[in-house]
Structures are given as structure tokens and as C-alpha cells.
């Protein structure tokens, strides 16, 4: 059973998390601790009680988001969920996150080295999961014989690019406004 000052401490360090990616979305990545300490009502200090340098913060920030997506496709790709289910809960989880994951992927290059590896391990467990409901697909006959890393690449790069390009398309959630529409002509691509 943990104790009062463990549960706040791990309080303190979710508040940390779910303010930094809010700073990060707003400013991107370059945002400072101290304004990130601000937003959360926090001294800068405390920041790094929880996470000694910031490239330890922005990895621990990935990490969560990664284990987000994993944990709600995983149980999806175990099951005998259709491919349409799968492809709205990746873009449903991506919603919650829209303008963080928007920043991400613009600023990925500039990043530390650590978090491009978490993010490149969060991209390759999207593709595992996919992968285990293309397969299903596969064995019935019903997709185009695409390789399976384009399959998974041509997904990832349709949404980069309204993620990149949302100015474009909306003022407000791209991934909200065309989800249907990418999903449905998606399947269209691959399916025979």
C-alpha cells in the first residue's frame, strides 16, 4: 500500500507529464522547463526532482504516449476486430493528442537521440499490431499482395501528411473532421 507522500509525489509527476505535453503541443519542444513548471503551478525545482534532465522528461513523455497506443491497439489486434475498428482507434487515440503528436512528428529531427528511438519504437509497435490484423486479411484473400511495411508506411504517411499539412484542410481537428474519409478510402488502396 503506498503511503500518502508516494501518492502525491506520483501525483505531482503525472501533473508534470499531462502539463508538459500541453507546453510542448502549444510551444513545441524547445519550451522550457521553467515555463512547463509554470503551467503546472510548480517550482522549477520540482521538475527535476521527478526527471534529472530534460531529455529524460521528453523520454518519459513518449514512453507514456507509446504505452497509451499499445495498451488500446493491442487487445484490438488479438482480437478478430475488423481493420476499419483498428484504424479508428489509431486515429482516435492520436486525437486525444492531436497538436502534441503534430508537434512530434515536425520536430522529431531535433530531438534527442533517445526519444527518436522511443518514437521510431512507438511507430514499429503501431506497425506489429496492424500487422496482426493485415495478416488476418491476408489468409481471406482480401487485401492487394503489398509488402507489409508499405502497407503500414502508406497509413502512417496519409495521416503525417494532414497532420502536417491541417492548415490546408481545417482550423480545427483534421484527424477529427476527416477520420472517416481516411480510413474508408484507405481500405479502398489496399483492399482487392
Not at 514499429?124 to 495478416?135: D, W
Request: glycine share 2%; charged share 20%; aromatic share 12%.
Amino acid at each position: 500500500m503506498e503511503t500518502k507522500r508516494q501518492l502525491q509525489k506520483a501525483a505531482t509527476r503525472k501533473l508534470i507529464l499531462d502539463t508538459a505535453y500541453q507546453v510542448y503541443a502549444e510551444q513545441g519542444f524547445t519550451a522550457t522547463t521553467n515555463k512547463i513548471a509554470q503551467a503546472a503551478n510548480v517550482s522549477h525545482g520540482t521538475i527535476f526532482v521527478h526527471f534529472p534532465t530534460v531529455e529524460n522528461l521528453i523520454s518519459c513523455l513518449l514512453e507514456e504516449f507509446g504505452i497509451e497506443i499499445n495498451e488500446q491497439l493491442h487487445s484490438l489486434s488479438e482480437q478478430d476486430e475488423n481493420l476499419e475498428t483498428f484504424l479508428d482507434a489509431h486515429i482516435t487515440i492520436l486525437i486525444r493528442y492531436e497538436k502534441f503528436y503534430q508537434r512530434l512528428i515536425s520536430e522529431i529531427s531535433l530531438l534527442p537521440e533517445q526519444a527518436r528511438f522511443i518514437y521510431i519504437n512507438m511507430q514499429s509497435v503501431v506497425s506489429f499490431h496492424l500487422n496482426n490484423v493485415l495478416i488476418r486479411y491476408q489468409t481471406k484473400n482480401l487485401i492487394k499482395d503489398i509488402p507489409m511495411h508499405l502497407i503500414f508506411n502508406t497509413w502512417l504517411g496519409l495521416l503525417h501528411y494532414y497532420l502536417s499539412n491541417s492548415f490546408i484542410f481545417t482550423t480545427g481537428s483534421v484527424l477529427t473532421e476527416f477520420k472517416d474519409e481516411l480510413i474508408s478510402n484507405y481500405i479502398k488502396l489496399i483492399k482487392k
